[in-house]
C-alpha cells in the first residue's frame, strides 16, 4: 500500500506520489468508515463517483446528512494547490466540491486557494499562483460551483486562518507532527498547520460560529483531517469547534496505469485547457487492459478492471452508467477491441472538453471578481 513503514509507525503521505494497494487495511489503521450502500442511499441526490465507489471511505458524513435532512446550514471547505491548470486530478476534487455545495441551499463553500502550499512545496512565486487561481476559478464555476455561495481566499491572504494556524500549534510537538507526516521540510509541516486553520475557518464567529463542515479529499490528505480533528478537539472550551467530517476518494492511477495521477508526469494526465491534440495522443498512447494481438483479444476478450482508457471513462468524462455497462461487457467479450475503445473516448473526452472550454471563457469575469472579493 502507499503507506510508508518507519519504526513502530505507519505514515501515509499527502505529497508523495504513491498509490495505494489496500484500502481495507488502511481504513482500519487510521479508523476510516467505508461508504456504504445505505449511506449513499441516504443522499438526497446521487452522484457517478459515489455510485461508482470513487469517492469510497469518510469520517462523520452522518453530521453532513443530518444537517442536509434538518436543513441546517454547513460548510464545504477544500483547497487547491494554485500550481497549474486544473488536471483530471483537481476536476476530481473540484467535481466533490460542488456535488456537497449543491445538495442543500444551506451550504457555502469555501474555497481555499493553496498558494502557501504551492511556495513551500512547489517553490512557487505567490503572484505566479494568482494567475492561474484565476485560471482554477473560471473552471470551478463551468463545472457548476454556486458562486453566490462560496468563500473564495487565498492562504497567504487569509489571517484568521494564519492566526488559527499559530494559535493551534500550541499543542504541536515535534514528535507528534513527525509520527503523522514523517520527515518533511519545516515549511511542509507550516503548510500543514495552516491547512488546519483553513478546515477550521468556516466555523469561526464571523462566519456564524461553529457548524458541520466536510472536506472532500484525496485519501492521501487524511493526515491533515486527523491533525484538525486532533487540534479542533483539544480546542473545543475555546472555540467550541465541531469535529470536522471529511470524504475520501480513491487515489486515481494516471494514464500510465503505474502511478497515483499527479502534474510531475505530464504524460500519465492531461490539464483542462491543454493542446486538443496532446490530450489526444495521450489518450492513443494510455495503458489498456488490452491483449497483445487483435486476434487474441477478439478470442479472450480485454480486461477493463486493469484499463486506463477505461477508467478514463469512468471516473472523469461517462456519465451514462448503460453505456459504460455496455462498454465493460463489449471489452471482456472481445467485441471491442483497443484501437476502435480509444477512438470512442477520444470523440467523448474532446466533446467534453470543448463544451467545458466554451463554459469557462464565459467565467472570467465573475472568476476575477470572485478573486478580487476577499482580497486585503
Ligand atoms: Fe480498455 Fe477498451 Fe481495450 Fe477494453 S477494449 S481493454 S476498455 S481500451
Redesign the pocket.
Known amino acids: 500500500m502507499g503507506v510508508k513503514e518507519e519504526p513502530n509507525k505507519e505514515i501515509l503521505d499527502p505529497w508523495g506520489s504513491s498509490l495505494i494497494k489496500d484500502y481495507e487495511r488502511l481504513f482500519t489503521l487510521f479508523g476510516i468508515s467505508p461508504i456504504t450502500d445505505e449511506l449513499i442511499s441516504s443522499f438526497p441526490a446521487t452522484h457517478r463517483l459515489l455510485r461508482r465507489k470513487v469517492i469510497i471511505g469518510h469520517r462523520d458524513l452522518e453530521r453532513i446528512l443530518s444537517a442536509i435532512k434538518e436543513g441546517r446550514e454547513y460548510a464545504v471547505m477544500s483547497g487547491i494547490k494554485p500550481s497549474g491548470e486544473f488536471h483530471l486530478g483537481s476536476k476530481l476534487t473540484a467535481e466533490e466540491m460542488i456535488f456537497f455545495q449543491r445538495l442543500s441551499p444551506r451550504a457555502t463553500l469555501y474555497y481555499c486557494i493553496a498558494d502557501v502550499e504551492a511556495y513551500n512545496d512547489n517553490r512557487q512565486p505567490l503572484h505566479v499562483s494568482e494567475e492561474i487561481a484565476l485560471s482554477n476559478i473560471m473552471d470551478m464555476l463551468a463545472l457548476g460551483m454556486d458562486p453566490k455561495r462560496v468563500y473564495v481566499y487565498r492562504q497567504s491572504d487569509e489571517l484568521r486562518v494564519l492566526r488559527l494556524a499559530s494559535l493551534l500549534s500550541r499543542d504541536v510537538t515535534y514528535s507528534t507532527i513527525r509520527a503523522i507526516y514523517g520527515d518533511k521540510p519545516f515549511g511542509l509541516y507550516i503548510s500543514a498547520l495552516i491547512q488546519v486553520g483553513d478546515i477550521l475557518l468556516p466555523q469561526l464567529p464571523e462566519f456564524g460560529g461553529p457548524k458541520p463542515t466536510v472536506v472532500p479529499v484525496g485519501i492521501d490528505q487524511d493526515p491533515h483531517i486527523r491533525l484538525t480533528r486532533d487540534l479542533a478537539k483539544r480546542h473545543e472550551k475555546d472555540f467550541g469547534f465541531i469535529l470536522p467530517s471529511a470524504t475520501y476518494h480513491r487515489l486515481i492511477r494516471d494514464l500510465t496505469g503505474r502511478e497515483k495521477m499527479s502534474k510531475r508526469n505530464p504524460m500519465g494526465m492531461f490539464t483542462l485547457t491543454e493542446d486538443l491534440k496532446s490530450i489526444k495522443y495521450k489518450i492513443m498512447s494510455a495503458y ?3 491483449r497483445p494481438t487483435a486476434r487474441e ?1 477478439r478470442e479472450y476478450g ?3 478492471d486493469s ?1 486506463m ?2 477508467e478514463l471513462l469512468r471516473v472523469h468524462f461517462e456519465e451514462d452508467d448503460s453505456f459504460l455497462k455496455d ?1 465493460y461487457y463489449r ?1 471482456k467479450s472481445g467485441e ?3 484501437g ?3 477512438q470512442v ?1 477520444v470523440e467523448r473526452v474532446l466533446r467534453w472538453i470543448e463544451e467545458h472550454r466554451k463554459k469557462r471563457e464565459k467565467m472570467r469575469g465573475l472568476a476575477e471578481k470572485l478573486l478580487k472579493e476577499h482580497r486585503i
Open positions: 489498456t487492459g488490452g483479444q480485454g480486461d477493463p484499463c482508457i477505461y462498454l471489452c471491442i477491441i483497443c476502435e475503445c480509444k473516448a
